[in-house]
């Protein structure tokens, strides 16, 4: 019974440890585990996730698409990427009207998780989602944010099992009944879990992707040099030049 507990323990702060890291996603396609120090004008510099008190490493900006931070926010790089670009977003057509900080229950009615296009833009993980709840019914809805959810599956399944053994304790006319509803109960708390996490992290990722789609604004602001007609002729005048970008 310890080492069970021990082995779940493990499971749980492995499943969270894989979604605390920052990922550097290069124009070529790699993706670097890392601890991100600082974002320059130029440069990027962190250190490696599996060695982060090693050494500090430096990646130019231009050769990066985005950063995935431990806290969930993206951060696209500024590639002249189309806020439609399938490369981040998907192949999907965006859902319209959405506003920040929208509940589950709410999101989970505007997407269909058979829509799912996988991006660049995703905070979860559905596969590793759904492997969390294989080993821990709700853990993978957890790890995606929706820690209510989660105990419910976690409760659902601990119920069906608690009515197995109390079945397999008794007597084998009273008991088989019972035991035949624990396992029932089980299994099928357990496999929904399963099913229900990778939904979550699809219908998750597609809202924040669109989400991200609706408030993209980028805002520059430069100097610039324009003629001017006077009563003598053109001449340059300086001035600043702001321009917004969607």
């Not at 079945?167 to 708390?189: C, E, H, N, Q, R």
């Amino acid at each position: 019974m310890k080492k069970t507990l021990i082995l779940l323990m493990a499971l749980v702060l492995g499943a969270f440890t894989l979604s605390a890291q920052d990922m550097i996603t290069k124009r070529n396609g790699e993706d670097i585990r890392a601890v991100v120090s600082e974002v320059g004008p130029d440069t990027i510099t962190y250190r490696l996730y599996d060695d982060p008190q090693g050494v500090s490493y430096t990646i130019m900006k231009s050769d990066v698409v985005m950063i995935r931070y431990a806290s969930g926010r993206n951060e696209i790089m500024e590639t002249g990427r189309s806020v439609y670009d399938p490369l981040l977003f998907g192949t999907r057509v965006p859902v319209e009207g959405l506003k920040p900080d929208m509940k589950y229950r709410e999101i989970r009615k505007l997407y269909s998780p058979k829509k799912y296009t996988r991006g660049l833009v995703q905070n979860y993980n559905p596969g590793w989602s759904g492997v969390a709840s294989y080993f821990i019914p709700g853990l993978g809805q957890m790890v995606c944010g929706e820690v209510g959810r989660g105990f419910a599956f976690l409760g659902g399944a601990a119920a069906g099992f608690t009515l197995l053994m109390t079945g397999s304790a008794m007597d084998a006319d009273s008991g088989a009944l019972i035991g035949l509803v624990g396992l029932a109960g089980y299994l099928t708390s357990h496999i929904w879990s399963i099913v229900d996490a990778v939904q979550v992290a699809k219908v998750k990722n597609m809202y924040e992707q669109d989400l991200y789609r609706t408030y993209s604004l980028k805002m520059d602001m430069y100097p610039s040099v324009q003629c001017v007609k006077t009563p003598s002729g053109l001449k340059p005048a300086a001035g600043m030049t702001f321009a917004l970008r969607f």
